[in-house]
């Protein structure tokens, strides 16, 4: 398709590991405005988008595509032809079903795998919103969708069946409640943030699958005149523990991360600060999604370009649970040779080995509008996984003293320059011991765990990262 061969005149640098971001939609949206969007991956890399603004109208668009630009559904009207906005989307087995708002209703479609219709446009709720638009969702084992939205008494839980005819069995709204809000679907879990209305501080609150509540309310942010920016993002990490990555108001505008244990509700991380920009510069569109393994997530961002005071960067980071980073923040994608430019309406979706899936909104003058691109990286580049044939060397070697090892063991590192600390992972991927103390170009792992505990015996993963690269060694312990 002829569209495809504009991603290559465009002047964008991208790190290694990540593709070339292709233009994802047919025509862009002139004189409207960037697309609010969502995104879900089916197949290990089909990539569902679903976005407002469809041909500069207000209706919501959809179509199946590949990381390389491959069309596998083309781009259609989801919605109704009727004022269509504010669209969300979530994975039903392996089905896609999309929301909107037609004005205040809130309607669905659904689409099976490959984008065929499987379920058209269907009303759910003419409940109107009163603060915020947006409709969080996402579904559990029974093939249900769990629903956090806004209404005039405040932010309603809903649990739906749906079809063609819309069943929902359970609603309740949350008190003292309004505006903002997220949700996500772990296991038996329901996790839900969303803003106070006393305070106007985001809150979180679990649920079980059947409307029970279980925790909370908890406050997890400490009042200050600063508010939290309206972009949060939450998921579940492996052991279905609520992860938070949202962006801090004031004078320096931090990233922070907070954990909060699915049973007690204890702050396992309190507002850890996890990036702070540059005086001159903002972050945007914070997001965050489950990482290549099972300790680790994936953290993204838009950020400004010092020069010009507009989003012209995208950044990658990866972080252990405890908020450290096993992939320190780098530069994904940078347009800084692009003026004017503009990146706006950042998400993300990761698959199940880990690779990470972005799309966002930009200005290109040399394609008048606002077009969404689509970019992806591919998690072995990170150095965990088996097969890494075809993918760049890694800018740091390590090398272990003894491999097997009975009780101790040292790791040598060599390179351009050496990280301040290692990774040991067990064989799941669930963080053992972070080491620190470095001896000149080597580290000491004495066979303990992180609480002084000796490991049993087994394979681990031991990591180090500099510039944004991972590099892994496995070990086996008798």
């Known amino acids: ?25 047919d025509e862009p949206s002139v004189n409207v405005g960037a697309q609010q969007k969502d995104i879900e991956v089916t197949d290990g890399n089909h990539v569902h988008q679903l976005w407002f603004h469809y041909q500069s109208q207000t209706r919501i668009g959809y179509n199946v595509i590949l990381p390389d630009g491959t ?21 039903v087995g392996a089905d896609f079903i999309g929301f909107w708002r037609e004005s205040a209703p809130i309607w669905y ?22 603060y915020w638009w947006y409709v969080a969702v996402d579904s559990d084992s029974l093939g249900r969708v769990h629903m956090s939205y806004d209404t005039p008494q405040g932010i309603c839980y809903s649990i739906l069946i749906p079809g063609p005819v819309p069943q929902e069995i359970f609603r309740d709204t949350i008190q003292a409640s309004e505006g ?17 209305s006393i305070d106007l501080m985001p809150r979180y609150i679990q649920y079980d699958l059947e409307g029970n509540q279980t925790l909370g309310p908890i406050a997890f942010v400490d009042p200050s005149p600063y508010q939290v920016d309206n972009r949060w993002s939450l998921c579940s990490d492996y052991l279905g523990n609520a992860c938070i990555f949202y ?24 507002g850890r600060i996890i990036y702070q920009p540059p005086s001159e510069s903002t972050v945007y569109y914070p997001a965050m999604t489950q990482g290549p393994w099972a300790g680790s997530l994936h953290l993204v961002w838009t950020e400004e370009d010092d020069n ?82 075809g993918v760049a060397q890694p800018a740091l070697d390590l090398a272990p003293s003894c491999n097997p090892f009975s009780s101790s063991v040292t ?3 060599e390179g351009a320059s050496l990280p301040g600390q290692l990774m040991v992972y ?3 991927g669930r963080l053992i011991r972070s080491l620190s103390d470095r001896e000149g170009s080597s580290f000491l792992w004495d066979g303990l765990d992180g609480s002084g505990s000796e490991v049993p015996t087994g394979t681990y993963i031991i990591q180090g990262a500099i510039e944004g690269k991972a590099t892994s060694i496995r070990v086996v312990r008798l």
């Open 180 to 196: 903002y809000t997220l949700l996500d679907v772990d296991g038996d879990g329901v996790h839900i943030l969303y803003k106070s």
């Open 1 to 25: 398709m002829s569209w495809l061969l504009v991603t290559f005149i465009v002047s964008v640098t991208h790190a290694p590991g990540w593709s070339d971001p292709v233009i994802s939609i």
């Open 308 to 389: 010009y005071g507009s989003p012209r960067f995208i950044r990658h980071a990866v972080i252990d649970l405890n908020g450290d980073f096993i992939i320190a923040p780098y530069t994904a994608y940078d347009y800084t040779d692009e003026d004017p430019e503009d990146l706006s309406y950042l998400v993300a979706a990761s698959n199940d080995e880990g690779d990470l899936f972005i799309a966002y909104s930009e200005i290109d003058m040399s394609l008048p509008g606002d077009w969404i691109r689509l970019g992806w990286l591919d998690h072995n580049y990170l150095g965990i996984g088996g097969d890494s044939s």
């Open 247 to 270: 962006k801090r108001g004031g004078t320096t505008m931090p990233l922070q991360f907070t954990r909060i244990d699915r049973t007690t509700g204890e702050l396992l991380v309190d």
């Open 71 to 91: 069309v596998l559904s083309p781009d259609t009207m989801l919605s109704r032809d009727v004022w269509s906005a504010y669209c969300s989307s979530c994975l």
């Open 109 to 130: 479609a659904i689409r099976d795998h490959e984008g065929n219709p499987e379920v058209p446009p269907t009303l759910f709720t003419t409940t109107p919103w009163a």
């Open 426 to 428: 067990d064989i799941t």
């Open 411 to 413: 790791i040598t590192c």
